[in-house]
Nanobody, 118 residues
């Protein structure tokens, strides 16, 4: 059974950076699309970005375009989310997900909290 584990969350000041990791076990991320999502209290889950398991193509939501970067290290079976110029409105629980195609997310991590505050 595949499992995803996120890490790297924490407290950061506005304008700061964090890098989240999504490590997989029991599934080879080479063959999966990977997405990053977040959910803030009282808000719906928001899709942020995804990377294709095939050609590595990426998509970004307007809210994070130019500030967040998704990447993958197939040797480590890990996907990363580099987050720069963080804003208080980026505060949320961040999740990664894996699936055979975008929108078909079969596996979810447990989430990691990101808090942006001075």
């Amino acid at each position: 059974q595949g499992e995803l584990v996120e890490s790297g969350g924490g407290l950061v000041q506005p304008g700061g950076s964090l890098r989240l990791s999504c490590a997989a076990s029991g599934l080879d991320l080479d063959y999966y699309d990977i997405g990053w999502f977040r959910q803030a209290p009282g808000k719906e889950r928001e899709g942020l970005t995804c990377i294709s398991g095939g050609d590595g193509s990426t998509l970004y939501a307007d809210s994070v375009k130019g500030r967040f970067t998704i990447s993958r290290d197939n040797a480590k079976n890990t996907v990363y989310l580099q987050m720069n110029n963080l804003k208080p409105e980026d505060t949320a629980v961040y999740y990664c997900a894996a699936g055979p195609a975008r929108g078909y997310w079969d596996y979810w991590g447990q989430g990691t909290q990101v808090t942006v505050s001075s």
